[in-house]
């Protein structure tokens, strides 16, 4: 089935928002094996949309737009593919109620310009909108499905996802051509790209069905698999098949799958082992600990993470000697040591991790560039301190401070886990 | 100049990833007051692309395509634009030399097929790109203009700005057809969007130029003021004039413009109060650090944030009796100014702040529902508590706590700096 997705709305058109549907609509088809063919963008004006409109009746089976729905002037999605395709508009009675309830439950009177949106062009099926006052419209005209979606992200991917989806799944039943196509990412940390390529080289080689795709994303790799076949069963088992020949070369350099974060793939680690830790940041400013505590249920390792950001800070809280950080300088393989060991002691934690760098613009002197950082983890048994210069903008330096002490923290936690 | 983007890429059809490149080119376009009719997406795929190039050629006087200008086989853009318009491609030394320089630079040998990079259809003008192999391509053609740009966004914007739209600039000036069109973003907190409206209908009912458009944003109101004329000056003068209509009726409620944040807006108020800060966070796990710790130079007023998650670190660092905590839980007013006042007094700062709550999804209670945060903060003079429901996901408690810590701060240092 060949599919076209023409999104609605001079918003976009003019850049001033992003066309996410698009993409988003684009994913999800893909996991019914619906290949989208063409996307257009056009603003809100009725010639042009019924020319777009008209065009893609010709070279699609399936057509999806999103926008142009709402209750005022300026919207006219609806009157025009009911134009084009020379249907009336009848009032669904089932939206009117829905309507007057909508309004009536917020509290606020109901303006006549949002009747317009309860008109819905004859033999139409209305798709529920639990989030805003604009149905979704599904046509059935010359052998051609027709959907329309209201254009807020907020509405339209709760209508894609419980009903457009599960629609089209049937249809395709029905006919006999459901193909499903489902991916899998495989997140890789430690490696660069073209290492991981080499170490998986065989594999990407003689791939076809699943297919393999590796991306640079942020500071990681992502390897993406995409598997077709008949069944979900058949998907999945394709996907665990081939996942598991890649784990085997690249074991712990896979760190998790899909959305997971590196932080939950330490979380979990940190879980395992029953350990707490314990964090002293400077220049990454908070957002290790941000991350660490983005996981619900983080209050079961994370103890307290201080941001010792001044001289002071670091000697009054942290008991750092004053005459060490004047020695060395706050940016130094020592500090960060002293960051390490402090804050373990002070919350009695497991784990204390120390960072310390210079995250720009300024601050940078000649021994001492931009991006300059070391990294120091300490536990009872275990300790080691690294340097590294990160390049970027300042965020870019705080994000690669955390990243690498993430990563830091990953390895330790294996090692460990091995040995208990 | 009516003008159409065409974004080529099978990822792109795919929602693999998401289609900045469209949005950022037609806002750069907009600047120069070229309006976008028109954007589509296309895959790898040549009778396609040369199908959708040969439509936009009959409906627009300026087409700007990205991607698909690689060096391997499904790179297709560079030989069927050629192909439309029956031009050969020709090798440009320039271009020939310029990859030779840049594999020898990065010490790697050049495939043959990289020299395909170097073909460009007759006629045309390369530009120049710094961070990749894929040059720009710019052709004048049956009165029409034709950009080609690599599809890589961190290729193609630099590209885009410091090149293209020079060039148009240039062409449009010589045509007498310069329309210049700007926006400027008033950044408001504290004000919900139709309250904000209320306040300043008169001047929403009487837009014509600039235009006033508000946006609800993340937890903000964002207005965008949107000028035309003849001349930057002209144009700039417009905005100016309406921003100061705007601030007059809102005040301190816009506290910056376009892409400055909230916590510029803290930091630039505390440099000028000449006071120094100090935080202790709980459920908001150091996101408020991190972002006052993103701008420049924080270290100016930055001493420490120190995220006492646990209740030992509460008492142990910050000092909070474990009777109080005991008696009336970690979550509560009595904590929160607690915190505010330990760390302050800890830091030898001026101003100390605390938070705690219940960030989610578990750890609630009947009494204590997650989202419940209590946000203090103290001075030597002031000192006052605030109680928020906020609803969402984790990262929403996160994210609106912090938000609303700087919003106190914001409204403390204004007034503060108003009796200094």
Same mark, same amino acid.
């Given at each position: 089935?060949?599919?076209?997705?023409?999104?609605?709305?001079?918003?976009?058109?003019?850049?001033?928002?992003?066309?996410?549907?698009?993409?988003?609509?684009?994913?999800?088809?893909?996991?019914?094996? #619906? &290949?989208?063919?063409?996307?257009?963008?056009?603003?809100?004006?009725?010639?042009?949309?019924?020319?777009?409109?008209?065009?893609?009746?010709?070279?699609?089976?399936?057509?999806?737009?999103?926008?142009?729905?709402?209750?005022?002037?300026?919207?006219?999605?609806?009157?025009?593919?009911?134009?084009?395709?020379?249907?009336?508009?009848?009032?669904?009675?089932?939206?009117?109620?829905?309507? %007057?309830?909508?309004?009536?439950?917020?509290?606020?009177?109901?303006?006549?310009?949002?009747? %317009?949106? +309860?008109? #819905?062009?004859?033999?139409?099926?209305?798709?529920?909108?639990?989030?805003?006052?604009?149905?979704?419209?599904?046509?059935?005209?010359?052998?051609?499905?027709?959907?329309?979606?209201?254009?807020?992200?907020?509405?339209?991917?709760?209508?894609?996802?419980?009903?457009?989806?599960?629609?089209?799944?049937?249809?395709?039943?029905?006919?006999?051509?459901?193909?499903? @196509?489902?991916?899998?990412?495989?997140?890789?940390?430690?490696?660069?790209?073209?290492?991981?390529?080499?170490?998986?080289?065989?594999?990407?080689?003689?791939?076809?069905?699943?297919?393999?795709?590796?991306?640079?994303?942020?500071?990681?790799?992502?390897?993406?698999?995409? +598997?077709?076949?008949?069944?979900?069963?058949?998907?999945?088992?394709?996907?665990?098949?081939?996942?598991?020949?890649?784990?085997?070369?690249?074991?712990?350099?896979?760190?998790?799958?899909?959305?997971?974060?590196?932080?939950?793939?330490?979380?979990?680690?940190?879980?395992?082992? &029953?350990?707490?830790?314990?964090?002293?940041?400077?220049?990454?400013?908070?957002?290790?600990?941000?991350?660490?505590?983005?996981?619900?249920?983080?209050?079961?390792?994370?103890?307290?993470?201080?941001?010792?950001?001044?001289?002071?800070?670091?000697?009054?809280?942290?008991?750092? =000697?004053?005459?060490?950080?004047?020695?060395?300088?706050?940016?130094?393989?020592?500090? +960060?040591?002293?960051?390490?060991?402090?804050?373990?002691?002070?919350?009695?934690? =497991?784990?204390?991790?120390?960072?310390?760098?210079? +995250?720009?613009?300024?601050?940078?002197?000649?021994?001492?560039?931009?991006?300059?950082?070391?990294?120091?983890?300490?536990?009872? =048994?275990?300790?080691?301190?690294?340097?590294?210069?990160?390049?970027?903008?300042?965020? =870019?330096?705080?994000?690669?401070?955390?990243?690498?002490?993430?990563?830091?923290?990953?390895?330790?936690?294996?090692? %460990? @886990?091995?040995?208990?």
């Amino acid at each position: 089935m060949r599919c076209e997705i023409i999104s609605v709305g001079t918003e976009l058109l003019m850049g001033q928002i992003t066309n996410t549907n698009a993409r988003d609509i684009a994913r999800e088809l893909l996991s019914l094996g #619906i &290949g989208v063919y063409y996307q257009t963008v056009v603003g809100d004006n009725g010639p042009r949309l019924a020319a777009v409109f008209g065009q893609a009746l010709k070279r699609a089976e399936f057509i999806i737009l999103t926008g142009g729905l709402g209750p005022t002037d300026d919207d006219l999605t609806r009157e025009t593919i009911a134009g084009v395709l020379e249907l009336p508009l009848e009032k669904s009675s089932i939206w009117e109620e829905k309507l %007057k309830e909508f309004f009536s439950r917020s509290k606020r009177p109901m303006a006549e310009i949002n009747m %317009k949106q +309860a008109m #819905i062009p004859r033999g139409g099926t209305i798709l529920l909108n639990d989030r805003g006052t604009a149905p979704g419209i599904m046509l059935e005209q010359q052998g051609k499905i027709i959907i329309l979606l209201p254009g807020p992200p907020r509405e339209m991917l709760p209508m894609l996802k419980t009903q457009v989806i599960p629609l089209l799944r049937e249809k395709l039943l029905e006919k006999g051509s459901l193909a499903v @196509l489902r991916s899998k990412v495989l997140r890789v940390i430690g490696l660069g790209e073209s290492a991981m390529a080499e170490m998986i080289r065989p594999l990407l080689e003689e791939q076809t069905n699943p297919t393999i795709a590796p991306l640079a994303k942020g500071w990681e790799v992502h390897l993406r698999l995409t +598997a077709r076949g008949n069944s979900e069963e058949e998907v999945e088992e394709l996907l665990a098949s081939k996942a598991g020949e890649i784990r085997k070369v690249l074991g712990y350099y896979i760190y998790g799958e899909d959305e997971e974060e590196l932080e939950l793939a330490v979380a979990r680690l940190l879980w395992q082992s &029953g350990k707490t830790i314990a964090l002293a940041e400077s220049c990454s400013g908070g957002l290790l600990c941000h991350r660490l505590t983005n996981i619900p249920d983080s209050s079961r390792y994370m103890l307290a993470g201080l941001v010792t950001y001044s001289n002071e800070a670091k000697a009054n809280i942290l008991g750092i =000697d004053p005459a060490l950080i004047a020695r060395v300088g706050a940016v130094s393989p020592e500090v +960060a040591e002293a960051m390490a060991s402090g804050v373990r002691r002070l919350c009695r934690a =497991d784990i204390g991790v120390g960072i310390t760098g210079i +995250a720009g613009p300024g601050g940078a002197t000649p021994q001492k560039p931009v991006g300059l950082t070391y990294i120091a983890l300490q536990t009872d =048994d275990f300790n080691i301190c690294r340097r590294y210069e990160f390049w970027g903008s300042r965020l =870019d330096v705080k994000e690669r401070a955390s990243q690498s002490a993430l990563y830091m923290l990953y390895r330790y936690l294996i090692e %460990k @886990l091995k040995k208990m």
